[in-house]
């Protein structure tokens, strides 16, 4: 059981919190994690919910839809989860502050040097078993930095 299933009353739809190098669980603002996959699959492991993101950037780190080199990093939503950003960089409990043109939250494919010769080929990777539905929501982000200049799947589509 995630830590979101177990801290959210049975009423609520769990909540995870990222802010941009946060050091903890994403189980609030204060304790806002910089993980935003982990975040992502946390809510879905919980049954669905919503992750929040503080203005930043946030830059793929994992492979949650296969692959193993670096270029293969991305992120990926998941069904019964809706993704927010642009909040405050502090963060902010609710939805009142939520302002994607005032707080712009990035998803970046810039993971290495200078330019985009070395970076990602995809922020969000969704192969066709993904099969992933309306339910799966990403809102108030900016996709940047993708270089799909690779072989197969890799060469098809960039930010997304």
Not at 50 to 65: H, K, Q, S, W
Not at 140 to 151: E, V
Request: proline letters at 7%; one cysteine or more; a negative charge.
């Amino acid at each position: 059981m995630s830590l979101f299933a177990a801290v959210m009353p049975a009423f609520a739809l769990p909540v995870a919190f990222v802010r941009e190098k946060a050091p903890g669980d994403g189980s609030s603002w204060t304790n806002a994690t910089g993980d935003l996959q982990y975040a992502i699959d946390s809510i879905r492991d919980a049954g669905g919910g919503f992750v929040y993101v503080a203005e930043g950037t946030c830059r793929p780190d994992a492979f949650p839809n296969g692959g193993s080199t670096a270029r293969a990093v991305h992120f990926s939503l998941r069904n019964g989860v809706t993704v927010q950003g642009g909040f405050p960089p502090g963060g902010n409990p609710g939805l009142t502050e939520r302002d994607p043109q005032r707080y712009p939250t990035v998803c970046s494919a810039e993971i290495g040097n200078a330019g985009a010769g070395d970076n990602a080929c995809h922020v969000f990777f969704h192969p066709a078993g993904s099969a992933l539905t309306r339910s799966a929501v990403l809102s108030g982000f900016t996709i940047t930095g993708t270089n799909a200049d690779a072989a197969g799947l890799s060469g098809n589509g960039t930010g997304m």
